[in-house]
């Protein structure tokens, strides 16, 4: 009995120093975790990835109210929002114009999380009753709506909105003011606003935000009027008359620092605005990690098309989410961490000016498409790269987004629809569609796949479609084995031997034999560029390689040295050399 009563006391302290120890190295070990995964975000996945998003939870929504939601399309919305700071409230008024496309629309299903409360809902002035069922506002339109009628739907609501997804709404404190900003994507718009929440009905919308006299509140769209209230606040009437699609509205209010650039249309007609708005004690470096926006806008209108919002502006706002930026239309917002001032993440800058054609001008008809938001910006900083420092910074940049490992197909990553997936090998796909059709093909399919789906949707069989269009081809096998169906990659293997011709001076034929080794297809086809090197010169012949097991002949002059499949580096893939035979 004694000893236990000794032991007790030194049992106690060795368990206290054990947990304390734990306790200290666990804290120590997550905070490297959480060091290396912000540094992933910026150096790898580079724009947002900070939480997985199941795909189906995007699309979740109860079937039943989604088609009664299809019986009625928004025209334009005027949301009037104001805030009480302390308590993270939001309070709104948002009028929703509509066209009725049924005869029997009784119920107006209208998006907004089962938290806010509204406090009143009219119909063409009119108050009506309403009911809630889940997220949504069910308000009763007693069957007096006809086909095609116009319609104003009027909410009066408030409340302290549940923080979504990313961030989709937020009250937070940047150099002791006040800082308000949202990140709807991919559908948490209903979080904090009443709005039909589907991407394939986009409409213009007003947004008029009475802020602190101190603060600015930023927008998409032009800045019609601001208007001093006497009263210690001050009122932003920002409009857009460019269909929005409903996660691309967004609120950035803060104490802005603003400058103005100017981007002069391709027709020298227009001279729009390009505007800048940072948190003040990021003026300086935002100036300089900002400064080519401009030749930004000029390349990629060059390439694309004119900028799609060429009557309203483009801009950026630093915002608070910690983890990358976000393309909100016409006016991206950029997460404060992502503001240096030595340049480094310029390519961050680069994708979201280009979701400005490829995601917002062209939005994606489902979340599966969704590559064709990603991967398309991704591309956009490889084309960045490529003009400004040339053909192997292309290269070596490629050979940065190719992850070993890719996780799902491109269309069904398998529930991380922001993931490396979509964003990294969607980008090669880009790339080896370039490599296929060749640059000429490639700008045409760009160009008219903008041009064709801008301010409306598209999906990926409408792009495969154009690129058929274009090239005249057959583009099945493309766009299965590296979009739809494919999870891997060619895993290739080859050797190769000569013999001299006979009855010539210089002229050697090599035989090479080329297998594929992959699990995940039978086949990959592609074409493939294969490099001779003799001890004359080099020479490259472009092959289509559509077997498991292939002997490829050519005849080269001189001595062959080497033979080099991909030289550079037009295919996702894994290579190895055999000895040769
Ligand atoms: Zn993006």
């Known amino acids: 009995m004694n000893n236990l009563k000794i032991l007790f006391p030194v049992l106690m302290i060795v368990f206290l120093a054990i947990t304390f120890w734990s306790v200290i190295s666990l804290k120590v070990m997550l905070s490297f975790v959480d060091k290396d995964q912000i540094y992933k975000y910026y150096q790898i996945i580079s724009a947002k990835y900070y939480e997985n998003i199941e795909s189906d939870q995007v699309s979740d929504t109860n079937p039943g109210i989604l088609s009664s939601q299809s019986l009625y399309d928004v025209k334009s919305y005027k949301l009037d929002f104001s805030f009480d700071i302390q308590q993270k409230k939001i309070i709104g008024t948002v009028n929703m114009n509509s066209e009725s496309l049924s005869d029997t629309l009784s119920f107006i299903y209208i998006d907004l999380a089962g938290n806010m409360n509204v406090n009143s809902v009219k119909l063409n002035g009119m108050e009506i009753s309403h009911f809630r069922v889940d997220d949504y506002i069910a308000a009763d339109t007693k069957g007096k709506l006809k086909l095609n009628e ?19 709404f937020s009250i937070k404190k940047f150099d002791d003011e006040p800082a308000i900003y949202t990140l709807s994507e991919p559908n948490h718009a209903k979080t904090w606003w009443p709005c039909k929440d589907v991407m394939t009905d986009k409409a213009d919308a007003e947004i008029i935000i009475t802020v602190p006299e101190k603060l600015t509140a930023v927008s998409n769209g032009l800045l019609i009027n601001v208007s001093d209230n006497k009263n210690g606040s001050k009122t932003f009437h920002w409009k857009t008359s460019y269909p929005t699609a409903t996660y691309l509205v967004s609120l950035a209010i803060g104490k802005y620092d603003k400058w103005t650039d ?26 300089y990690d900002w400064k080519n926006t401009v030749e930004m806008l000029k390349f990629f209108s060059d390439y694309i098309g004119e900028y799609p919002f060429i009557n309203e502006k483009y801009g950026m706002a630093t915002f608070g989410w910690v983890g990358g930026a976000m393309e909100h239309q016409t006016i991206s917002s950029m997460g404060y961490t992502l503001v240096t001032g030595n340049g480094k993440y310029e390519d961050i800058v680069v994708h979201e000016l280009v979701h400005q054609w490829f995601g917002d001008a062209v939005t994606p008809a489902t979340w599966k498409d969704i590559w064709l938001n990603e991967g398309f910006a991704s591309y956009g900083e490889a084309m960045w790269v490529e003009h400004t420092k040339g053909k192997e910074a292309l290269k070596n940049f490629m050979k940065k987004n190719d992850y070993s490992f890719f996780m799902g197909t491109v269309y069904d990553p398998e529930g991380f629809i922001f993931g490396p997936t979509v964003y990294k090998k969607g980008s090669w796909c880009l790339h080896m569609l370039r490599g296929v059709t060749g640059d000429s093909l490639f700008r045409q399919i760009i160009r008219t796949y903008y041009d064709e789906y801008k301010y409306k949707n598209a999906d990926t069989y409408q792009f495969q479609k154009i690129c058929e269009d274009i090239t005249g081809n057959d583009l099945n096998y493309f766009f299965n084995q590296w979009i739809f169906t494919g999870t891997g990659r060619p895993e290739y293997s080859y050797s190769w031997k000569y013999e001299k011709v006979q009855a010539s001076d210089d002229l050697y034929k090599v035989d090479l034999f080329l297998k594929q080794n992959q699990d995940d297809l039978e086949v990959y086809s592609m074409p493939l560029r294969i490099l001779f090197k003799t001890n004359t010169g080099d020479e490259e012949i472009t092959v289509f390689n559509d077997s498991r097991s292939q002997q490829i002949s050519h005849s080269v002059k001189g001595i062959p040295l080497d033979v080099i499949i991909d030289n550079d580096n037009w295919v996702l893939k894994k290579i190895k050399k055999e000895e040769n035979n």
């Open 150 to 168: 116009s319609f104003d739907i009027r909410i009066v609501y408030e409340g302290i909105p549940e923080n979504k997804g990313f961030d989709s």
């Open 262 to 287: 100017t981007y002069t249309s391709m027709d020298g007609k227009i001279q729009m605005p390009v505007e800048y708005y940072t948190y003040p004690y990021l003026t300086e470096k935002a100036k």
